[in-house]
Nanobody
Framework: QVQVAESGGGLVQAGGSLRLSCGAS????????MAWHRQAPGKQRELVAT???????NYADSVKGRFTISRDNAKNTMYLQMDNLKPEDTAVYYC?????????????WGQGTRVTVSS
């Protein structure tokens, strides 16, 4: 069983920065793709950024150039550096681990961390 937990959310003014962290248990972290999603009030959950086990990254258009996803396999931790935050970035941010198991993959979600950006 893989456990995933986010931290680092909070209240920040527009233009500010925050760094979210996601810790994942288990020896297979280094083999897992990871992702950040977010869900704003009244909206569906959306994909923010992904990072493969090899370190390749991908971003939603809305955060390109402002957010940076990274990982430290030695610490079983993934990060999301968020710069130049905007009020529309306000959401609960969720970490997801995409874990290879045998010939399939299984997804594990964290409980979320709230980010509020004031104007």
């Amino acid at each position: 069983q893989v456990q995933v937990a986010e931290s680092g959310g909070g209240l920040v003014q527009a233009g500010g920065s925050l760094r979210l962290s996601c810790g994942a248990s288990g020896r297979i972290f280094r083999f897992s793709a990871m992702a950040w999603h977010r869900q704003a009030p009244g909206k569906q959950r959306e994909l923010v950024a992904t990072i493969t086990s090899g370190g390749s990254t991908n971003y939603a258009d809305s955060v390109k150039g402002r957010f940076t996803i990274s990982r430290d396999n030695a610490k079983n931790t993934m990060y999301l550096q968020m710069d130049n935050l905007k009020p529309e970035d306000t959401a609960v941010y969720y970490c997801k681990a995409i874990v290879p198991i045998m010939d399939t993959v299984r997804e594990y979600w964290g409980q979320g961390t709230r980010v509020t950006v004031s104007s």
